[in-house]
T-cell receptor, first 111, second 112 residues
Framework: KNEVEQSPQNLTAQEGEFITINCSYS?????LHWLQQHPGGGIVSLFM???GKKKHGRLIATINIQEKHSSLHITASHPRDSAVYIC?????????????FGKGTHLIIQP | EAQVTQNPRYLITVTGKKLTVTCSQN?????MSWYRQDPGLGLRQIYY???????DKGDVPEGYKVSRKEKRNFPLILESPSPNQTSLYFC???????????FGSGTRLTVV
């Protein structure tokens, strides 16, 4: 079964700390997405990656296709970064199309 | 403004009473999909559509129907809702399927 594993499940850090959230997957993919969900439920797409690295403001996402692993980094974290971060992949090859999701990382940044 | 609009945001209904959750996008996206989100299980795909009149099952399609008669709309139909369909539902769209997704605001459904 194609799976997506995220770690850690929960993370509490102090404002200003460097944050890393990890995502690993079981087989080849055509794309990996990082999503953010704030309390209250709305989901925002942060990045879509198929190789390399992307940066947007204080957020950086990397992917290593050979190791089947991606990381989301937050520099100079702030309480407004508190949210659930979800990794989602589109597996390549046959079978049902669409996204398979990790269970999310619940991040709390304390002032 | 580019967006995916879901309605209603909240719905409480009774077992067996047919309901429809609407989803509409204004970005001319080909790809649309429905997901449900449950505590401990995360997001799971219900149905998706690659284009008009093309729909297919995701991981948890039982008890749901969809249709894609127009490019902008992708309603989710529960013909006979049951309490195990109580969940938070999201619609999403994208160009083809390797571009960033835009999600609707979610529909919190309670079936009693």
């Amino acid at each position: 079964k194609n799976e997506v594993e995220q770690s850690p499940q929960n993370l509490t850090a102090q404002e200003g700390e460097f944050i890393t959230i990890n995502c690993s997957y079981s087989v080849g993919i055509s794309a990996l997405h990082w999503l953010q969900q704030h309390p209250g439920g709305g989901i925002v797409s942060l990045f879509m990656l198929s190789s390399g690295k992307k940066k947007h403001g204080r957020l950086i996402a990397t992917i290593n296709i050979q190791e089947k692993h991606s990381s989301l980094h937050i520099t100079a974290s702030h309480p407004r970064d508190s949210a659930v971060y979800i990794c989602a992949v589109r597996f390549s090859g046959g079978g049902a199309d669409g996204l398979t999701f990790g269970k999310g990382t619940h991040l709390i940044i304390q002032p | 403004e580019a967006q995916v609009t879901q309605n209603p945001r909240y719905l409480i209904t009774v077992t067996g009473k047919k309901l429809t959750v609407t989803c509409s996008q204004n970005m001319n996206h080909e790809y649309m999909s429905w997901y449900r989100q449950d505590p401990g299980l995360g997001l799971r795909q219900i149905y998706y559509s690659m284009n008009v009149e093309v729909t297919d099952k995701g991981d948890v399609p039982e008890g749901y129907k969809v249709s894609r008669k127009e490019k902008r709309n992708f309603p989710l139909i529960l013909e006979s809702p049951s309490p195990n369909q109580t969940s938070l539902y999201f619609c999403a769209s994208s160009h083809r399927d390797n571009y960033g997704y835009t999600f609707g605001s979610g529909t919190r459904l309670t079936v009693v």
